[in-house]
């Protein structure tokens, strides 16, 4: 059962243009959002994330969209640099008490050509 | 300041072995969660540590356990180990709280090779 998922394990992308990442997940019970950059042989980095509460986030060259109605949300990194390649995870998170356990989605591999 | 760090980087046990894999979390950070990360997946949430104890733990045997000590540091052990434990584990840790809703904070992962 996965509850988040990404449905496209790979974009390529100019360099300067825009790279859109999707993510969806099917648990209402959601309410906080996260994207993680993963390069190999390191962990995954914090990149930005997105409350419940809100419908956008934005840090830089880098804005999440939440569409809770269709329990979508995605990635936008605007302009797209050839170090911004690697892959980026979406991740989910419902408090419980207390703790918050995050449900990653599979990734999507972002390549961007020079 | 250190972020978080685990040891070792790399480890290869055989079937049925016993595995501790180690975790000090980053300072100021007194929760620790850990993660297994199969080759193209995503990290699956194994069990999170708060206070020395297991607060709240994924779908994951009964062999797949951890300790928390008194310094925040964490232990994931693996017993009778198979060969789909293969996977990089990742050790994250964040700041304890009532908003907690904060970024984990990974760690490098240990990839595990059970052979």
């Known amino acids: 059962d996965q509850q988040v998922k990404q449905n496209s394990p790979s974009l390529s992308v100019q360099e300067g243009r825009i790279s859109i990442l999707n993510c969806d997940y099917t648990?209402?019970?959601?309410?906080?959002f996260l994207w993680y950059k993963k390069y190999p042989a390191e962990g995954p980095t914090f990149l930005i994330s997105?409350?419940?509460?809100?419908d956008k986030n934005e840090d830089g060259r880098f804005t999440v969209f939440l569409n809770k109605s269709a329990k979508h949300l995605s990635l936008h990194i605007v302009p797209s640099q050839p170090g911004d390649s690697a892959v980026y995870f979406c991740?989910?998170?419902?408090?419980?008490?207390?703790?918050?356990?995050?449900?990653f989605g599979t990734g999507t591999r972002l390549k961007v050509l020079a | 300041d250190a972020g978080v760090t685990q040891s070792p980087t790399h480890l290869i046990k055989t079937r049925g072995q016993q595995v501790t894999l180690r975790c000090s979390p980053k300072?100021?950070?007194?929760?620790v969660s850990w993660y297994q990360q199969a080759l193209g997946q995503g990290p699956q949430f194994i069990f999170q540590?708060?206070?020395?104890?297991?607060?709240q733990r994924g779908n994951f045997p009964d062999r797949f356990s951890g300790h928390q000590f008194p310094n925040y540091s964490s232990e994931l052990n693996v017993n009778a180990l198979l060969l789909g434990d293969s996977a990089l584990y990742l050790c994250?840790?964040?700041?304890?709280?009532?908003?907690?809703?904060?970024?984990?904070?990974f760690g490098p992962g240990t990839r595990l090779t059970v052979l």
């Open positions: 300072s100021g950070h007194d929760t």
């Open positions: 540590y708060y206070e020395e104890e297991e607060r």
């Open positions: 997105i409350s419940s509460i809100k």
């Open positions: 648990n209402s019970m959601f309410d906080y």
């Open positions: 994250a840790s964040s700041p304890k709280g009532s908003l907690s809703y904060n970024e984990q904070f």
């Open positions: 991740a989910a998170s419902a408090s419980t008490s207390g703790t918050y356990k995050y449900i």
